[in-house]
């Protein structure tokens, strides 16, 4: 057992190796299942000292519903910046905002910065190094600019939050 | 292939290529870094999204199997386009680029190179 938990130290990403190696091949022959099977053994091997412990997802239901969430709030997003892109350029009115973090681990914050940036008309420029402020430039700055705060933290941090259960 | 199916394809390339074409006039038009960056991150998921989703519809249709490999790009899309955003905007700002005038809160520049909270007289809490 021991033997095999040192060869196979991230039995999840190995299998994710796997997985992705046969999606890039389109096949499910012998040749590429045994191809997949050793590069999903032998990256995690080499990749394993580089690992810092993360919180894990503790409830893959609201991944769902979250991803969901997002894709719509994108596709909102392409269609506002649409119109400011084209309209006329004096009207855009940027700037920016500092949003206080209450996620600590690097893997949630670095979600809520990835979905800040692809979501309407922000994005995220940086995390200060105690973790504990969110920099966001905004294209179309809102009059209230409390606003725009809270609709991140209660749209996309506290979700979040009750994914990682932290 | 049926005609509905055409339409379909066809619909989502036209709205594909609208919305890749918005984001390079965006990156032509907008005025500075900070801003431009608003237009590639934003305008081409949506535009490359629906043109995988209508390359996805055609090899299902016109191959007669299933094509999973749009899936892994739009993923790999997912993860790699707001990281470079970040970083550009990340560096733009420690190396001082300059921001458009009526810029709100310029100030906040200045905190976020020396990695500090934003100052208390902000109406940011």
């Known amino acids: ?166 | 292939m049926s005609f509905t199916v055409e339409l379909i394809i066809s619909v989502l390339l036209v709205i594909g290529s609208v919305f890749v074409l918005i984001g390079s006039i965006g990156l032509l038009r907008l005025q500075d870094l900070y801003v431009r960056l608003h237009a590639p991150t934003k305008a081409t998921t949506v535009g490359l999204g629906s043109i995988l989703v209508a390359s996805m519809i055609y090899m299902t249709f016109v191959q007669g199997f299933f094509s999973i490999n749009e899936l892994l790009i739009t993923l790999f899309l997912v993860i790699t386009a707001p990281v470079t955003a970040h970083i550009l905007a990340k560096a733009a700002m420690h190396n001082k680029v300059k921001a458009l005038e009526r810029t709100k809160n310029m100030d906040l520049m200045r905190t976020a190179r020396e990695q500090l909270p934003p100052e208390k007289n902000q109406d940011v809490k």
């Open chain 1, 1 to 166: 057992m021991s033997m095999l938990a040192r060869l196979v130290p991230m039995p999840l990403h190995s299998f994710m190796l796997l997985i992705v190696w046969l999606m890039i091949n389109a096949s499910l022959s012998v040749g590429h299942i045994l191809l997949g099977t050793l590069l999903g053994i032998i990256i995690p091997l080499l990749c394993a000292p580089l690992k810092v412990p993360q919180p894990s997802i503790k409830k893959p239901l609201k991944v769902v519903s979250y991803v969901l969430l997002v894709i719509k709030d994108i596709i909102v997003a392409n269609i506002e910046v649409a119109k400011l892109v084209l309209g006329p350029m004096n009207k855009i009115n940027p700037g920016f905002i500092a949003v206080p973090l209450d996620l600590k681990d690097n893997f949630p914050i670095t979600v809520l910065a990835s979905t800040v940036t692809m979501t309407p008309g922000t994005v995220s420029a940086e995390v200060t190094k105690d973790k504990a402020w969110l920099y966001v430039h905004v294209l179309n700055m809102p009059l209230d600019e409390q606003e725009l705060v809270d609709v991140i933290k209660q749209r996309y941090e506290s979700r979040i939050k009750e994914i990682f259960a932290c």
